[in-house]
């Protein structure tokens, strides 16, 4: 399984981005996609997740209002779209792959328990 992040970078406060995730080797439209971020010193923190179809989202309350998650499962692909982006929005964003099936909950929190991850890729936001 792979999950391969891009669009990472350095925005100025009140920009945006788009981070994408590719993913292969999974059954795709079977697995919850997500996106945890961290910081140093911080453990990972789920700020988005979707379920297979994409009828249901999670939004940290940090990002809420401001980040947008789809999917699109013909092409294997999640995207967060992120908006009046802030320099706490600074971290390490990883893509993450989750069968629902495995979790006590849809949309878990809980690292420890997500089954596959990207590489990660920072985004930095500059004041």
């Known amino acids: 399984v792979q999950l391969v992040e891009s669009g990472g970078g350095l925005v100025q406060a009140g920009g945006s981005l788009r981070l994408s995730c590719a993913a292969s080797?999974?059954?795709?439209?079977?697995?919850?996609m997500g996106w945890f971020r961290q910081t140093p010193g911080k453990e990972r923190e789920l700020i988005a997740a979707i379920n297979w179809s994409g009828s249901s989202t999670y939004y940290a309350d940090s990002v809420k209002g401001r980040f947008i998650f789809s999917r699109d499962n013909a092409k294997n692909t999640a995207s967060l779209q992120m908006n009046s982006l802030k320099p706490e929005d600074t971290a390490v964003y990883y893509c993450?792959?989750?069968?629902?099936?495995?979790?006590?909950?849809?949309?878990?929190?809980?690292?420890?328990?997500?089954?596959?991850w990207g590489q990660g890729t920072q985004v930095t936001v500059s004041s």
């Open positions: 993450t792959a989750d069968d629902p099936r495995s979790s006590v909950v849809v949309f878990t929190t809980d690292p420890n328990e997500i089954d596959y």
């Open positions: 080797g999974l059954s795709f439209e079977n697995y919850v």
